[in-house]
Each structure stands twice: as C-alpha cells, then as structure tokens.
C-alpha cells in the first residue's frame, strides 16, 4: 500500500510534519524569545531541501569506474568492462523526465562496454510502465549481450489484484524485459568465452532476508552445473542476500546488488538506509570474495540528496598479468 503512495506520503512527511514536529520540539526546548525563529529557519531549509532533492538533485547522474582486481579472473578476461546498473524504477522517468531515462542508455552505451547487467526493479508497480520504454531499453548493446534479474518491485508483491492477475503481470514483466532484447536470468546462468577462457554470470531470483520481501531466489538452481573453479559473477538484487544464502551455499566471487538506493539522501556521509542494511553501496570484502551494491539510477519516489543516479562501470583485470 505504502508503494501506491508513496510521492504523496514522502510530501507531506517533508512538508507538514518533519517542520511540524521540529517547530514543536524547539518551543518546548528553546526560549519564548528564540524558539519561532530558529523554528522558522529550520522549516525552510527543509523546504528548500525537499524542493532541491526533488529536482535538481534527482536529476544528477554519476558514471564510477572501479577495478576489480583478482587472480581468479582469467588472463584473457583482463580489461573486460561491465557496466552494472539497478533500481531503474522507469514508471517515475516519463513524461518531463523522459529525458534522464534517455541520457542513462546515452551513458551506458558511451562506455563501450563488453557486457551490460542490470540488477532489479525496472518497474515501480506494474508491467504497463515498461512498454513506453521499450524503444530506449532497446538501444542497450554490449558485444556479449545485456542481461537482468528481477527486483522486488517486477514482482506483484505490492498489489492488490487477485492472484490471477498478479501471475500475468509478472509474465508480462518477463516478457517485456526480453522484448527490449535482455536475456533475463531466473536462477540461471551463462558461459561468457573468450579463446579458451571462460567466465560465468549467474542471476538469482530476489531473495530478501526481510519477510516482506520476494524468497525465489535459489542459489543451489542458479549455480547448477557451474564448476566451482570457474570465475562467477552474481547477480542478485538485494544485497541481505549475500551474507544469508550467497557466502555460504556457492563460491561466486564477485556479487553485483542494488536495491537499497543508498537511502536516495546521504548529509555530510550518513545515510539512514544504513541503519537497516550492512552493506548499502560501494565495495564489500570477505576474504576473497566481494560484493559490489550500487545505489541506484532512480527510485519510487524522485527524490535525491548527495547520491545522485549512477552508472557503474566495473573493470576486470587478473592479477595472473604482468605489467
């Protein structure tokens, strides 16, 4: 329910009852003299805050490059380029933002990559958002392919409709994700080739340790087959998932998540998505292994502050090369 409405809910939160609650709590703590006017000033900046994340801030947009650095990926595989992106959420980037949608597949294919992943929630709530996009989407290419697994939001999970109803929104997810040209992952995998060298990409179904969350996430299906001195790289869209089914029951080394956004507000390096997930964005390490989380192109809600939309490009290089 709170997916449905959550613009109007996340307004009047910074609106009315943020500015309302502060201006409350300085009376009862400040002097008579000072109170309404550091209340005043308090209740501004929010506005002005709340007014620039839904703007200009929601509208920047970073490309990261970083390096992934291991003597398990094979020699003809240093250099290869990954761009990874998550959290699309494209049903928030239509009309007046049509445009960001555009400049992100604009970004994407200016990096030249070898492959292209994308790692959950193309949608906000329903399949019909995907099918306006269908000509940008489309225009992704990489020379070994483009390739997704489903977020918590290409699930029906947040509506109401009879089953019957949910079941063909989601084959209808799947079938527009393939449609744009994508091969989807649903707790599968692919050899990546080069020479006699190969790689393996695997993408799980979301698997979430919150119980709200989708649980079709199956790692042992996903993994099937793969032999465990191949180099693989995960894709799962919920990072929770690492720790509580990837670490312990496969041996990928490299796990590219989303899901978090970052919060979508990070002020002065603090983010309150942190106080739910261990590990919200950026770089992972345990022992060898490692789990990369981006923090989102868009979101739900068109709301930024200190993290913008980013696209990441993720170089490999082999420690087996010299020089």
Not at 152 to 175: E, F, G, I, V
Not at 285 to 304: A, D, N, Q
Request: aromatic share 10%; proline share 4%.
């Amino acid at each position: 329910m709170l997916a449905r409405f959550a613009i109007p809910f996340f307004l009047l939160m910074g609106i009315v009852v943020v500015p309302l609650v502060i201006t409350l709590l300085f009376r009862w703590l400040l002097p008579r003299k000072v109170w309404r006017w550091i209340a005043f000033a308090c209740t501004l900046l929010i506005w002005a805050l709340v007014g620039y994340g839904f703007t200009v801030g929601f509208e920047q947009l970073e490309v990261r490059h970083v390096e992934y650095v291991s003597s398990d990926v094979p020699e003809a595989f240093d250099g290869y380029r990954i761009v990874h992106f998550s959290d699309a959420h494209v049903g928030t980037l239509t009309g007046s933002r049509q445009w960001m949608l555009q400049r992100a597949v604009d970004s994407i294919n200016a990096q030249h990559a070898d492959m292209i992943v994308f790692t959950g929630d193309l949608q906000n709530l329903r399949p019909d958002e995907l099918a306006q996009h269908l000509p940008q989407l489309r225009q992704l290419h990489a020379s070994d392919g483009v390739y997704s697994i489903l977020g918590n939001h290409d699930y029906p999970m947040y509506l109401t409709d009879n089953d019957a109803t949910k079941a063909r929104y989601l084959r209808q997810t799947k079938q527009l994700e393939r449609q744009a040209g994508w091969q989807l992952l649903l707790n599968e995998h692919r050899f990546i080739r080069r020479g006699a060298d190969s790689i393996c990409l695997a993408g799980m179904e979301n698997w979430g340790k919150a119980e709200r969350m989708p649980h079709d996430g199956d790692v042992h299906k996903t993994m099937a087959g793969v032999p465990s001195s191949l180099f693989t790289i995960m894709l799962q869209h919920d990072p929770t998932a690492w720790r509580e089914k990837i670490l312990p029951e496969c041996h990928a080394q490299l796990t590219l998540s989303g899901h978090t956004h970052g919060g979508q507000m990070a002020l002065f390096g603090i983010t309150p998505v942190s106080l739910s997930y261990s590990e919200w964005g950026g770089a992972y390490r345990e022992g060898s292994r490692t789990l990369f989380v981006s923090t989102g192109l868009g979101g739900l809600i068109p709301f930024r502050i200190g993290l913008p939309g980013e696209i990441v490009v993720i170089t490999l290089k082999s420690k087996k090369v010299k020089g």
